[in-house]
């Protein structure tokens, strides 16, 4: 039993960074041995002790040991080819859009679905198309008409071909309109909503709608000038007794005289979300559509308009939507607590917006990777915090471990002395993997600054080692110099720790973490050299991002470990 525990514990550590969840090891544990249900007390006992000691080994001692078992883990079943699915109808170049609304930059939610979007007219060497939806003049953020495309080129990686504003093509959506009204196709209806809404479920038309065609032309041109707002709305006519009542005549146009950021008070007819959508989809050669599976009924009330105007129907893909449980991704309800000072701003670090990921130094394919692994599905997900970043940290792991140099960073830094330790000169490679980057080099003898929290971790007699420098020993009040010899720590050591020497130009860092915390401590010299912008990994702390270089400090922001 104690074998069975301690192989699936070992490899579940292994793949998680060194740390092993009991959860995740029972279930692989009672599926090799099921006898060992009869006596679950003690097996969940002995799983909690096993997993306790092998995480306490550090991620390098538990691949040693794991390589003993290798050959008794069950056989890792490829991975499925993640990919998107083929679009239909493709004869033309295939031209999409994303359309968010101005009420903030973009989180993750637009993430998912942009990336998607992004990666299709990429695949197919088409063009996609950002399309800002501003035709509700009472809830826009004026910021984010430069917000929203800043963050779509860098989220698709420069594969925008065009940022477009519904409110600068006004013009547009009144002809269609004005159209509609000369073919018979619409009408404008002076009921309140309450009487409305009365008739229609009764599958009854209103009295407006029996009125003539000229009749109605009037009152088009009266929505320009003396309606007031709720006064009139314009229609489509559909069928009446349609299943849906949604279906039923629903409104294209209504009166609205709030200001407008870009328009001002210019305008005082605005199309509502199916015209505006419409038009601009047929005015833009849109061939395909990516959209949430909650719009399928405003793509059924679409077709009507694209069936009265002989125009051809794009292709249309649902999706289903991605819960961020535990994340605040209400544009106004952060804007509200940004502006009463409770957030820095949208790139506060403790937000789930583009901006702030960027800060902390995510890279738009991790989240590309991320929405292709989820896929095109119309499948809802829930998806909590810690789900996740598990998740996007593993795939921007795998695009930056490559790239991020190595350096030591010492959080709250104390100084001790190792009894009977050399002088020594530490040559480290700047990344394990690309000897061709070169070194970093230290000057060491027998003072060092350590973490307060590896510090803590000491028991008499027990060898630790500092990395790649030298072995010691506590022994009761002192620290007592044992060897240089790394294959003594694999016979001997319990853990790793880095370090700096207490000599030389070290620099003042603070690390942000996501919680909004900072970490002071040390980090080696050599950080002085970096950009704004740099991505490095702090050895047994986590990846980081340069952000800001002042006088006497270096700020960094954690991404993850």
Avoid at 67 to 81: G, H, I, M, R, S
């Amino acid at each position: 039993m104690e074998d069975i525990i301690r192989k699936y514990a070992l490899d579940n550590a292994v793949k998680f960074e060194g740390k092993a969840n009991p959860g995740a090891v029972i279930g692989k544990v009672l599926k090799e041995d099921p006898s060992l249900k009869e006596n679950m007390k003690e097996v969940s006992k002995e799983i909690n002790s096993i997993i306790k000691d092998v995480n306490s080994l550090g991620l390098e001692r538990q691949k040693k040991e794991l390589e003993k078992y290798a050959k008794d883990l069950p056989e890792k079943k490829p991975e499925k080819k993640k990919g998107l699915k083929e679009l239909k109808n493709v004869s033309n170049k295939v031209v999409m859009r994303f359309e968010p609304s101005p009420s903030g930059p973009m989180h993750l939610g637009h993430a998912y679905a942009l990336s998607l979007n992004s990666e299709y007219t990429r695949k197919y060497d088409g063009k996609l198309i950002l399309r800002i939806a501003d035709t509700n003049p009472e809830n826009i953020y004026e910021p984010a008409y430069e917000l929203l495309p800043e963050d779509g080129v860098w989220l698709t990686k420069k594969n925008i071909s065009k940022v477009f504003v519904q409110s600068e093509n006004l013009g547009k959506y009144y002809d269609y309109a004005e159209k509609l009204v000369s073919m018979g196709k619409a009408y404008v209806c002076e009921c309140s909503s309450d009487r409305f809404r009365e008739l229609i479920f009764k599958k009854e038309q209103c009295p407006c709608r029996r009125l003539s065609k000229k009749e109605h032309e009037e009152r088009y041109a009266k929505m320009f000038s003396s309606y007031k707002p709720g006064e009139a709305v314009l229609r489509l006519k559909t069928e009446l007794n349609h299943p849906n009542p949604a279906m039923r005549d629903f409104p294209l146009m209504r009166v609205n005289e709030h200001e407008h950021p870009k328009q001002g008070t210019r305008y005082r007819v605005w199309p509502l979300m199916n015209l505006a959508v419409f038009v601009d989809d047929v005015e833009l050669g849109i061939t395909h559509i990516l959209r949430a599976k909650d719009h399928m009924d405003n793509a059924k009330r679409q077709e009507y308009l694209y069936n009265y105007l002989g125009k051809p129907i794009p292709e249309t893909i649902f999706i289903g939507k991605i819960n961020f449980e535990g994340m605040p991704m209400s544009c106004s309800k952060v804007r509200v607590l940004i502006e009463e000072g409770k957030y820095s701003g949208w790139d506060d670090i403790r937000l789930p917006f583009l901006r702030a990921l960027k800060r902390r130094g995510y890279t738009p394919e991790a989240f590309i990777i991320y929405a292709l692994d989820v896929g095109v599905t119309q499948t809802d997900k829930s998806v909590d915090k810690e789900e996740f970043f598990k998740a996007l940290n593993h795939f921007n792991k795998e695009i930056i471990d490559d790239k991020s140099d190595r350096y030591f960073f010492v959080s709250e830094p104390e100084e001790i002395v190792i009894e009977g330790a050399p002088e020594q000169e530490v040559k480290l490679m700047k990344h394990p993997e690309h000897k061709k980057r070169g070194y970093r080099e230290f000057k060491t003898h027998d003072r060092f600054y350590i973490s307060k929290d590896d510090l803590k971790l000491f028991k008499d007699g027990e060898m630790v080692r500092l990395m790649d420098c030298l072995n010691f020993k506590k022994k009761k009040d002192k620290f007592v110099f044992d060897s240089t010899d790394h294959s003594k720590y694999k016979e001997e050591g319990r853990y790793i720790i880095h370090w700096l020497p207490a000599l030389g130009n070290l620099v003042d860092a603070e690390i942000l973490m996501p919680d909004g915390s900072l970490i002071k401590g040390y980090a080696e010299s050599a950080v002085s050299r970096l950009k704004v912008g740099d991505i490095v990994q702090f050895e047994r702390v986590g990846f980081c991002r340069l952000d800001k270089k002042e006088k006497d400090k270096i700020i960094f922001w954690f991404g993850h470990r």
